[in-house]
């Protein structure tokens, strides 16, 4: 089972940049789909970006699309996440995901292991 942790967190304000990183083990990284996912408060957890097996394909939501930037590095087993002119909607708590499956997905259920979350907080 691929276990991840991810870190790159913070308290920041709207306009501003973050990088989230997600650092992988315990797997073939490079047989894994990867996805970042969020959740707000009182929200249920949303697809934010996903990126292919050899990172030539992503896949973005529309809010973050323009605006965040997925990437993953497969021989430092870890994968990114670029988020710039941050808006103060984008404050939630942000999730790895990784999944088996060939095809980018927005499905949570078809990513099998998860991180434990990053804090990502922005205020106006």
């Known amino acids: 089972q691929l276990q991840m942790a991810e870190s790159g967190g913070g308290l920041v304000q709207a306009g501003d940049s973050l990088r989230l990183s997600c650092a992988a083990h315990?797997?073939?990284?490079?047989?894994?789909?990867f996805a970042w996912f969020r959740q707000a408060p009182g929200k249920e957890r949303e697809f934010v970006a996903a990126?292919?097996?050899?990172?030539?394909?992503?896949m973005y939501a529309d809010s973050v699309k323009g605006r965040f930037t997925i990437s993953r590095d497969n021989a430092k087993s870890t994968v990114w996440l670029h988020m710039n002119r941050l808006k103060p909607e984008d404050t939630a708590v942000y999730y790895c995901a990784a999944g088996p499956g060939v095809d980018l997905t927005q499905q949570r259920n078809l990513y099998g292991d998860w991180g434990q979350g990053t804090q990502v907080t922005v205020f106006s």
């Open positions: 315990g797997g073939t990284f490079n047989t894994y789909i």
């Open positions: 990126i292919s097996r050899q990172g030539g394909g992503t």
